[in-house]
């Protein structure tokens, strides 16, 4: 099914929400999945590629788990209670795919079995950041890769997402105590590492991440009907 329904004009042709787009979505419509991955995407890609900035310019990983990320959500879309979440659980399918991607680099690391990571300092900073900031925000994700996952996620949530305690623990799926203890840790660790205020505004000076196998529209299987799965945090 691919005709667009006809929804009741709003004044200025205000667009569709995300509760419509979902609801039609599961009606079988393909514009209004493709509608979801066009709003969407960009959020998704940039708050992948924070999490990992040594993969998005590289070999197009940050694009493909984005993708994929994409396509479980919408085979899914039944499972999701409030419509109008749809971000907050796409979000949510986004930064399990990055964690349990870290967590496996980092086991085959210790095994031997794959280099270290190396961030590239180039894949962080935006090419117009304030110099004093780009050079925080280099020396944070040096850090970075030494901090255990969950640290890790949080941290760059708080500092460069510059999300709340309590989005940070629904994305997370973790307590905000939990979160909160997780913060202090990589806090602390950056203390000792990095000392000196925080930069005003981090995100402001991470680069924008581009796609670089697709662009943002269809994404693939869209065109198939949601199909069972495990759930996720809605």
């Given at each position: 099914?691919?005709?667009?329904?006809?929804?009741?004009?709003?004044?200025?042709?205000?667009?569709?929400?995300?509760?419509?787009?979902?609801?039609?979505?599961?009606?079988?419509?393909?514009?209004?999945?493709?509608?979801?991955?066009?709003?969407?995407?960009?959020?998704?890609?940039?708050?992948?590629?924070?999490?990992?900035?040594?993969?998005?310019?590289?070999?197009?990983?940050?694009?493909?788990?984005?993708?994929?990320?994409?396509?479980?959500?919408?085979?899914?879309?039944?499972?999701?209670?409030?419509?109008?979440?749809?971000?907050?659980?796409?979000?949510?399918?986004?930064?399990?795919?990055?964690?349990?991607?870290?967590?496996?680099?980092?086991?085959?690391?210790?095994?031997?079995?794959?280099?270290?990571?190396?961030?590239?300092?180039?894949?962080?900073?935006?090419?117009?950041?304030?110099?004093?900031?780009?050079?925080?925000?280099?020396?944070?994700?040096?850090?970075?890769?030494?901090?255990?996952?969950?640290?890790?996620?949080?941290?760059?949530?708080?500092?460069?997402?510059?999300?709340?305690?309590?989005?940070?623990?629904?994305?997370?799926?973790?307590?905000?105590?939990?979160?909160?203890?997780?913060?202090?840790?990589?806090?602390?660790?950056?203390?000792?590492?990095?000392?000196?205020?925080?930069?005003?505004?981090w995100r402001a000076a991470?680069?924008?991440?581009?796609?670089?196998?697709?662009?943002?529209?269809?994404p693939p299987g869209c065109?198939?009907?949601?199909?069972?799965?495990?759930?996720?945090?809605?």
């Amino acid at each position: 099914m691919s005709g667009r329904p006809q929804f009741v004009a709003l004044a200025g042709d205000v667009p569709p929400t995300d509760a419509e787009l979902v609801a039609a979505a599961r009606d079988g419509h393909d514009w209004a999945r493709e509608a979801l991955f066009r709003r969407h995407a960009p959020m998704a890609l940039g708050m992948a590629h924070r999490l990992m900035p040594h993969d998005g310019e590289v070999d197009g990983e940050v694009d493909d788990l984005v993708q994929d990320s994409f396509v479980s959500v919408l085979q899914r879309l039944e499972r999701l209670q409030n419509p109008q979440a749809f971000a907050a659980w796409l979000g949510s399918t986004v930064l399990h795919a990055v964690g349990k991607r870290l967590r496996r680099r980092r086991m085959l690391a210790r095994l031997g079995l794959r280099p270290r990571e190396v961030i590239d300092p180039d894949a962080v900073a935006a090419p117009n950041a304030p110099a004093e900031i780009a050079v925080e925000l280099r020396r944070v994700y040096a850090l970075v890769d030494r901090l255990p996952v969950e640290q890790r996620i949080a941290l760059i949530l708080r500092r460069v997402d510059e999300m709340e305690i309590p989005e940070i623990a629904r994305c997370m799926g973790l307590s905000p105590s939990t979160v909160k203890r997780r913060l202090k840790a990589a806090e602390e660790r950056l203390a000792r590492t990095c000392p000196g205020p925080a930069p005003p505004s981090w995100r402001a000076a991470a680069r924008r991440p581009r796609w670089r196998r697709r662009p943002p529209g269809r994404p693939p299987g869209c065109a198939r009907g949601p199909r069972p799965g495990r759930g996720a945090c809605p």
